[in-house]
């Protein structure tokens, strides 16, 4: 059982702005994003339709800071040498070089993160411990998730990856539902072994936990 009191988040897109509304009452938040709301985002991302050349992470921030608990911004990508208040990771991006400046930030402040995916094909999420850092728990090993656009060409039921497929709403809220499932296992479990490490929505609901994974 962990202690969670802050988080950072990492990404206030799709899948970030979902996830705030179930974070903000329970735990101080920190987004880091450097990027503005664009047209492209209007279908499926709360908040864009009238923050267009906005930065996100300033958006939401303002947004969800009710007093109760603090959400603060910080409008620029991660680099994985930030000084982050948060005791507990969650990565919403899409692209390689945040996951992985992710992970850079997990294993030097020695904090859980928790990895959320949802490129052409599922809505899923994962679970990374420093500890378990070289070993077959580590998704970024299991998934490839430094590579995820080049090393998943199928989808897990087994067909090919459609490029057209556009991103929906609904697909993000699975996203942030997966890293809520992971979030209340690490609140919640006595015992490392039965966090769960990762979750996938599509095609039927599977999760696994820490000692399912283990050798």
């Known amino acids: 059982m962990k202690t969670i009191d802050n988080i950072t988040l990492i990404g206030a897109g799709g899948t970030g702005s ?7 009452p329970s735990y101080n938040v920190e987004i880091y994003d450097g990027d503005d709301y664009e047209e492209k985002n209007i279908t499926r991302q709360i908040f864009s339709a009238n923050s267009i050349g906005v930065n996100k992470a300033t958006t939401l921030a303002a947004v969800f800071n009710n007093g109760h608990k603090e959400v ?9 040498s930030e000084s982050i208040s948060g005791d507990t990771i969650i990565c919403c991006v899409d692209n ?7 992970r850079q930030l997990s ?3 020695d904090v859980p993160l928790i990895v959320c995916g949802n490129e052409e094909w599922e809505p ?16 970024y090993k299991r998934w490839d998730l430094g590579n995820l656009t080049e090393g998943r060409q199928f989808t897990c039921a087994g067909t090919k990856v459609i490029e057209e497929n556009v991103q929906m709403p609904a697909a993000n809220y699975c996203a942030g539902g997966n890293a809520l ?16 490490a990762e979750v996938i929505s599509t095609p039927w609901p599977i999760f696994k936990t820490i000692k399912q994974i283990e050798p």
């Open 124 to 139: 899923m999420a994962w679970l990374y411990l420093p500890e378990y850092k070289y070993t077959q728990v580590n998704p």
């Open 18 to 24: 979902m996830l705030l509304p179930a974070l903000v």
């Open 72 to 80: 603060t911004a910080v409008p620029e990508m991660i680099n994985g």
């Open 96 to 102: 390689n070089d945040a996951r992985l400046a992710a």
């Open 181 to 196: 499932h992971i979030l209340e296992s690490l609140r919640t479990c006595t015992k490392t072994s039965n966090y769960v």
């Open 107 to 109: 294993d030097a402040h």
